[in-house]
């Protein structure tokens, strides 16, 4: 039977549930290796290596493979975050999320070069605010732009959708100006929110869809993303090297079970590409997040509304989220070093508010000026 006679909600389903043959595809290759290492490749580690370096082999082995599907678990079956509750904000800036919310005083900006005092927008967090207590996996068409989902007949938004907005306090527009609303979700969407078409929900601080997990990469799993690739990255390269090493000592023996040869061979073959391309895919996204910036949000840019005046700006030079490399590093994996090599939920803030740099912020100024 044809897709068409399913209703939107019926194919959302179907999708969903397809989408864990690449997620099941996934924790059978690393059950496999792991299994694979301990038959194969463990017995030559015991035989030419002392009891410790065997013993430290083995830890490392198994800490790699226990962090790499602890933190891969957390990506699929956590929730990225969604700004349904948004609409329910009182007028002091209340909100219900699924997060520790950060309340954003008032306060004006720097002043610039001429000694006049800038504007900036209420209720958000600078940069300059210290508080320390605080692709190819991307499906290009699985989230909405803000055109498509925002205003699919072009309407202006109603009096009660402009108010919802206005209560976020967005410095994010759509192009033409208005701000940011979802009409799938019937909420306005916060600052780097997008909806993603295959989850059916608008997801905060939206990096991408990923096939692999089943899931987006949001605010609350872009810490457990980013480990994930770390974690894999170094297990496959472990595995690899470790393979490789003794493969290349027993070429020259006789073996009597020669499935042996053949398991390291898959091994290696398996190991060794994943391990390359995970490694570029992992600098990438370490990258964008030195830089604050979403995968999206590197394709697309943003269209930044000045405050005070009907002026907008869509650049992809100019990151306001861009706070530096130390400050954009601690919004995601939160202040407690002893959390940081683990997937727990230390992010700092509510995914619907973000400080922004003031340096920025000003030239975006001066740009509309």
Not at 152 to 173: F, K
Not at 221 to 245: D, E, N
Not at 289 to 308: D, H, I, M, P, Q
Request: proline share 4%; with cysteine; glycine share 6%.
């Amino acid at each position: 039977m044809k897709l068409q006679y399913f209703s939107t909600w019926d194919r959302r389903k179907i999708f969903k549930a397809l989408g864990f043959i690449p997620v099941a595809l996934t924790l059978g290759l690393l059950a496999w290796s792991l299994k694979a290492s301990m038959t194969s490749v463990m017995p030559l580690v015991k035989r030419d290596s002392s009891a410790v370096l065997t013993t430290l082999w083995l830890l490392l082995l198994v800490a790699l493979w226990v962090l790499t599907l602890w933190s891969y678990f957390v990506c699929i079956f956590r929730n990225p975050g969604n700004p349904r509750a948004v609409s329910a904000m009182g007028a002091h800036g209340s909100t219900i999320t699924n997060g520790p919310y950060i309340r954003v005083s008032n306060r004006a900006a720097e002043p610039n070069a001429s000694g006049v005092q800038g504007r900036a927008t209420p209720r958000r967090r600078c940069a300059d605010d210290d508080d320390d207590n605080n692709s190819e996996d991307s499906d290009g068409g699985a989230y909405d732009s803000d055109n498509e989902s925002s205003s699919e007949s072009g309407d202006p938004l109603t009096e009660e959708q402009m108010r919802q907005s206005e209560l976020l306090y967005a410095i994010t527009v759509k192009e033409n100006g208005q701000p940011r609303y979802c009409l799938k979700c019937n909420v306005p969407k916060p600052d780097r929110a997008h909806h993603c078409s295959v989850c059916g929900i608008c997801v905060l601080k939206m990096d991408h869809h990923c096939p692999w997990l089943n899931n987006c990469v949001g605010f609350y799993t872009h810490k457990a993303f980013m480990l994930f690739l770390i974690y894999t990255t170094l297990y496959c390269t472990f595995v690899f090297v470790s393979t490789l090493v003794f493969f290349i000592r027993i070429m020259s023996m006789t073996m009597d079970d020669d499935s042996v040869f053949l398991e390291m061979i898959i091994l290696m073959i398996l190991a060794g590409p994943f391990a390359m391309c995970l490694s570029g895919f992992a600098g990438y996204h370490i990258y964008l997040l030195a830089r604050n910036e979403t995968t999206l949000e590197s394709y697309e840019g943003n269209t930044f509304k000045v405050s005070g005046n009907s002026s907008r700006t869509r650049s992809n030079k100019v990151n306001l989220f861009n706070v530096g490399a130390k400050k954009n590093f601690l919004q995601v994996f939160g202040t407690s070093k002893a959390h940081w090599f683990v997937p727990t939920a230390t992010t700092v803030g509510d995914g619907i508010r973000f400080p922004i740099s003031f340096e920025s912020y000003n030239e975006l100024q001066r740009t509309q000026s």
